[in-house]
């Protein structure tokens, strides 16, 4: 005689409930841990890399300002500097953190589309992808430059700029990607070549027609260079810890498989 179970919609619900819970609670973890891991080596090497060429930007308009008879209270400038250092690291475990969440959930709906089958590689590899969609090329457009640099009157007309390619950016290689894993049949180099060549064409576009940066830059070049420069290491450097961090906690968790609990 077969063995027979009742089972009610609730404990249905609480056994759906528990799979989803042992899906989502690696992921959170990993995807936290990996972002504050790589959001304070960033703040760290900010710290000694960066914030010197900010400080003499800031020392370089200051003396500009004094000699044109501008009252200037150096007192308040120290203090906020130390406060903008001494906030540094946590500022950038919420930097990381965040970019982590989106990397996390971009990684999560694409790892079955990366090349390889190695997790950590994967990771890696979109890390890149991302921090080229994200940073590189926003920066190329409007490329960064220490805080003194500017008038304070056009700083949110700036920033709007940059977030708006960026966000042309981001939407156009998740766009792309959309469009060639579930349009386009054919080899996979194809399918990037394909890809590639869609956002490029409209990056491009973007390019020529959104407006330049209105302000004109009023201390030595070589600072700028120099401070672009080690940004974009710093950067740089912090989508690779990223990459790596999450997909080694991939790896040894592996938040994707998960074992159903059955009774006999």
């Known amino acids: 005689m077969p063995l027979v179970f009742h089972v009610t919609e609730n404990e249905l619900d609480n056994e759906v409930d528990n799979e989803l819970s042992m899906r989502t609670l690696p992921f959170l973890v990993i995807t936290i841990i990996s972002g504050a891991i790589a959001g304070t080596i960033l703040g760290i090497i900010n710290l000694g890399i960066v914030e010197p060429y900010i400080d003499k930007a800031i020392e ?14 150096l007192d308040e400038i120290v203090g906020y500097r130390i406060w903008q250092k001494g906030g540094e690291i946590v500022g950038g475990i919420i930097y990381g953190i965040s970019l982590s969440s989106l990397f996390g959930i971009v990684f999560a709906y694409s790892r079955n589309s990366l090349p390889t089958s190695n997790d950590k590689v994967k990771a890696i590899f979109l890390a890149s992808i991302m921090c080229f969609v994200l940073f590189i090329v926003p920066a190329l457009k409007y490329p960064a430059n220490p805080p003194a640099v500017g008038a304070p009157e056009t700083i949110y007309y700036r920033q709007g700029l940059f977030v708006g390619f960026l966000v042309i950016s981001g939407a156009t290689a998740l766009a792309a990607a959309a469009i060639i894993l579930k349009k386009i049949d054919g080899t996979t180099s194809k399918k990037i070549s394909i890809a590639c060549a869609i956002y490029g064409a409209v990056m491009l576009v973007s390019y020529l027609v959104m407006p330049p940066n209105p302000d004109k830059i009023s201390i030595p070049i070589d600072l700028i260079i120099t401070f672009r420069f080690a940004s974009a290491l710093t950067i740089s450097m912090f989508w690779g810890i990223l990459g790596l961090t999450f997909g080694t906690l991939w790896s040894k968790f592996k938040p994707h498989k998960f074992e159903k609990i059955t009774a006999f």
Request: proline residues 0%; hydrophobic residues 30%; negative net charge.
């Open 60 to 73: 370089l308009e200051t003396q500009k300002d004094i000699q044109a008879g501008q009252n200037v209270n």
